[in-house]
């Protein structure tokens, strides 16, 4: 655990100036790209992450910046890991007043129904539906000693649409994030707390990129994307610090699909390059 000096508040446009956050998984890929955007907006973060190293590599990054950061090193599918990293970003920062649950992982045997191992189904909720609400057990009523707060989650596309590459225990476990997005949502509404998901698509993270340089995998996949081409950490980030904004106030229980256009297409040209105009 460790902390930083003061935020210089000349980095972006302060859209989350004086806020406190809490991003899971912040030790890479789409975490660490939204750690840096909220420092950049002007938040204290706390960069949790169950990989000591890499939460510290990203406060490192944030310290660049000039933001005020602390690493927080926990695993979010144990209970009392998960209530230690809130109290402890709770008093590290002063306060919370916004959680990005971003943490999650596929698993290797993560498949069809008929095939998939009950550990790898167990292992897949445990970490990308058990801590989000592990998470939020423990952030709703830091977040209303605050006087209110925003929540973004990340789910998936795959909670809104079937795939026919199946990742079956992935998939159940981002429908229960949105399912579970959508009741805090209204349980809360009246104690001035938010909460949004956000589903990516496809997304240039260290894993995907890896698995899609197999240019038949990427063959298989271009077909479904309207733009072509996978997206960035940093879009990914933009949606999750907008619904974590006041610029936000009256979204909430709101699913924003950030997918260059996968979940509206019917019918993809995939003979067109990329901003072939
Ligand atoms: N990359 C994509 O294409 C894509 C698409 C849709 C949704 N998502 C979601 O975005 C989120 C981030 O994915 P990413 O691609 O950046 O992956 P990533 O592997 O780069 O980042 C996930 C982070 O979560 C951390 N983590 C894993 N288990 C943890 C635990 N038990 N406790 C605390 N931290 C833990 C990992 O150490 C890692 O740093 C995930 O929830 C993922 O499901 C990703």
Redesign the pocket.
């Known amino acids: 655990m460790s902390e930083s000096g003061q935020n210089g508040g000349l980095l972006g446009r302060g859209r989350l100036a004086g806020k406190r956050a809490l991003v899971?998984?912040a030790?890479?890929?789409?975490?660490r790209a939204a750690a840096l955007a909220f420092a950049r907006e002007g938040a204290a973060v706390a960069c949790?992450?169950?990989?000591a190293e890499?939460a510290e590599a990203t406060v490192a990054a944030l310290r660049a910046l000039g933001a005020t950061a602390c690493s927080v090193i926990?695993?979010?599918?144990d209970e009392d890991s998960t209530r230690d990293a809130v109290e402890t970003t709770e008093r590290l920062l002063g306060g919370l007043d916004t959680v990005f649950n971003?943490?999650?992982?596929v698993h290797p045997d993560d498949q069809g129904a008929a095939n998939t191992p009950l550990s790898a189904w167990n292992a897949t909720l445990a970490?990308?539906l058990t801590?989000v609400f592990l998470v939020c057990k423990f952030a709703v009523p830091a977040l209303l000693r605050a006087g209110g707060g925003a929540v973004v989650n990340?789910a998936?596309?795959v909670a809104l649409v079937g795939s026919a590459f199946p990742q079956i225990a992935y998939t159940a476990a981002k429908g229960g994030v949105v399912a579970m997005t959508r009741e805090l949502a209204v349980t809360h509404a009246r104690q001035g707390l938010r909460f949004n998901a956000i589903c990516?698509?496809?997304?240039g993270?260290?894993?995907?990129r890896t698995f899609l340089s197999d240019e038949a995998a990427w063959a298989k996949r271009r077909p479904y994307m309207p733009q072509g081409r996978l997206g960035e950490?940093e879009e990914i980030a933009a949606a999750a610090l907008f619904l974590a904004s006041d610029e936000a106030s009256y979204l909430n229980g709101v699913l924003l699909p950030v997918d260059g256009g996968i979940t509206a297409a019917y019918v993809v040209d995939d003979s067109q390059e990329p901003n072939a105009g």
């Open positions: 899971t998984g030790g890479g890929g789409i975490g949790c992450d169950v990989r890499a926990a695993d979010l599918t971003n943490a999650g992982l970490v990308n801590s990340n998936s596309i990516p698509g496809p997304t993270t260290e894993l995907v950490p």
